[in-house]
């Protein structure tokens, strides 16, 4: 039987993911809670891989949707056997940037995938492993490109195959999260992510805290 809580961040880039994952994973360690951060495509040695392979090599120019579809979920489905269910098994509280909510909305309403195909790769994927909680960082596409720019002028980015696509692309990923969020409001929480970090922080805080057993 699983003990632990699955938690996944969605949103568009930019939108703070991997800054909210890392203050709630520092927060939470400090109050004896055994965390884990994955990150997807990737979080292990294979899907790693098969992130480079999606997003930085060379070779990936003629890369189809459907081949894009299946490598996400190769690396899916490593993760979810290889680490996420033995974590969940030993109880720890597992934090992952991004899971299959991404590929309904990049694939599906982005590439223009047929959902009902998406969502077969997807269950086969992951089986009965389902996120307990979705946090859903929400930045209007102006901000979320700013943040991108602004990180671009000051690190060495590497070429990402993923962000080449045009706006009318992110428009459909937009709708996309919405859509999703009007369909499970229960488990996917939606959070204005153009708030200042501590606030977003807050929030998150407060969505997290009725999930927390200290075990
Ligand atoms: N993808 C897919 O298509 N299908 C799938 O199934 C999966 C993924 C799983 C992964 O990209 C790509 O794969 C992604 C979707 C696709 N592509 N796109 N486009 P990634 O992992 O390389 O990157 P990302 O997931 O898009 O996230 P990101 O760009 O790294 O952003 P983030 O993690 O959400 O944000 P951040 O790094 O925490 O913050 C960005 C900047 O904003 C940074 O300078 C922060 O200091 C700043 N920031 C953050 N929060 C705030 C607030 N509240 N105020 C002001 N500034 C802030």
New binding site residues.
């Given amino acids: 039987m699983e003990r632990g809580v699955l938690i996944t ?1 969605e ?12 203050r709630l994973a520092d927060r939470l360690r400090c109050t004896g809670h055994t965390v884990r951060m994955l ?4 979080g292990t040695p294979i899907g790693e891989e098969i ?1 480079h392979t ?2 930085h090599s060379e070779n990936n120019r003629a890369m189809t949707p459907e081949t ?2 299946l490598l ?2 190769a ?2 489905a490593q993760l979810v056997r290889e680490i996420i269910r033995p974590a969940l098994h030993q109880g720890e509280i597992v934090l992952c ?11 599906g309403y ?2 223009g995938l047929d959902l009902v195909a998406v969502k077969a790769v997807i269950d086969y994927a992951v089986g009965d492993t389902r996120p307990n909680l979705t946090l859903l ?1 929400h ?1 209007p596409l102006d ?2 490109e700013t ?2 720019l ?2 671009q002028s ?1 690190a060495s980015v590497q070429r ?1 195959r ?2 080449e ?1 045009g706006r009318a692309f ?1 428009e459909r ?1 937009e709708r996309g999260y919405r859509a999703l969020a009007a369909e499970e409001p229960d488990r996917i929480k939606w959070i204005d ?5 501590e ?2 922080e807050a929030t998150i805080g407060s969505l997290v805290e009725p999930w927390l057993r200290v075990g």
């Fill in positions: 961040f949103g568009t880039e930019g939108s703070g993911k991997s800054t909210q994952i890392n990150r997807e495509p990737g992130r999606l997003q894009e579809l996400l979920n690396s899916r940037d991004r899971f299959y909510d991404s590929t309904l909305v990049y694939q982005g590439r960082l930045v901000v979320s943040r991108r602004a990180r000051t990402d993923m962000e696509a992110f990923v992510a153009t708030q200042n970090l606030a977003v």
